[in-house]
């Protein structure tokens, strides 16, 4: 336990009677309403998180978190954390409370032997002043402007099939782990995180808020390749488009889809 070097805020590991300080402060700093499945996410993510809290006599008015995650690197995978919920309440701000809470984090992270630190879901500009910094992109997209954008596609005969949920973590896991090393700044992913966070095979309501899976999308491989099981695919699929996809509010597809695999939710089946 410290105390900011500007301020008397106690700096501090929040400890699980402290989540739903934790979650009301994310629900504050961040202008969301969290009810119902909502925020019993956000504190099932905070929970597994390393948390460190700015304490003003007793009430948390800052904190910081980081996913004990693994990254792929050049040649690799290494332990990192992934740098989330940084919240500062409007009252406390402008007294070096960011700049305690990350310096308390990183100590924590050394200590756990994380010997790297990323931003998980934020701009790299916003904390520039902390050393951070964009050190690889997944995606680059080019339009060209001059021609309208072409909506409709010629038909495809390749096979889809609905992967079931239940199944889901298991085939989609086993190809995103052989994916990591094509490309620097992937992170790895366990069997809790693909079914609580992913596909949010937890609880089936659908009924509140925006979290868990919002559609589906499926990939075939071309009409000339046999169609693969999980258990036959080959290591390194022919990079082709998906045959036809369905999402909303979804990440798009990796730049390489497997065959025959898929991403679905409990709605959509």
């Not at 009924?207 to 589906?216: A, L, N, R, T, V």
């Not at 075939?220 to 998906?242: E, G, K, L, N």
């Amino acid at each position: 336990m410290t105390t900011s070097h500007r301020t008397d805020l106690t700096l501090r590991t929040i400890p699980d009677a402290d989540l739903d300080q934790a979650v009301d402060l994310t629900a504050l700093a961040f202008h969301l309403k969290l009810d119902g499945k909502g925020r019993a996410h956000q504190s099932e993510v905070l929970r597994n998180a390393l948390r460190i809290g700015a304490y003003d006599d007793g009430t948390l008015a800052g904190m910081a978190a980081a996913h004990r995650l693994r990254i792929a690197v050049p040649g690799g995978q290494l332990p990192v954390a992934a740098l989330d919920f940084v919240s500062v309440a409007a009252t406390h701000r402008r007294r070096g409370a960011l700049t305690g809470l990350l310096a308390e984090l990183w100590r924590h992270c050394a200590a756990e032997g994380l010997p790297l630190a990323c931003l998980w879901a934020s701009e790299s500009a916003i904390y520039g002043r902390f050393g951070f910094g964009a050190a690889t992109e997944a995606y680059r997209l080019e339009i060209d402007s001059g021609r309208p954008l072409a909506l409709r596609i010629a038909p495809d005969d390749r096979p889809l099939r609905l992967l079931d949920p239940a199944d889901a973590p298991a085939v989609l896991g086993a190809f995103h782990e052989e994916q990591l090393t094509a490309g620097a700044g992937r992170f790895s992913r366990d069997a809790a995180w693909w079914r609580r966070h992913v596909l949010d095979l937890e609880d089936t309501d659908d009924d509140e808020d925006d979290y868990g899976p919002c559609g589906w999308w499926c990939w075939a491989p071309p009409a000339s390749t046999p169609a693969a099981t999980p258990s036959t695919a080959p290591a390194a699929p022919t990079a082709t488009p998906p045959a036809r996809s369905t999402s909303r509010n979804w990440p798009p597809p990796p730049p390489r889809p497997p065959p025959h695999c898929g991403r679905t939710s409990p709605a959509s089946t």
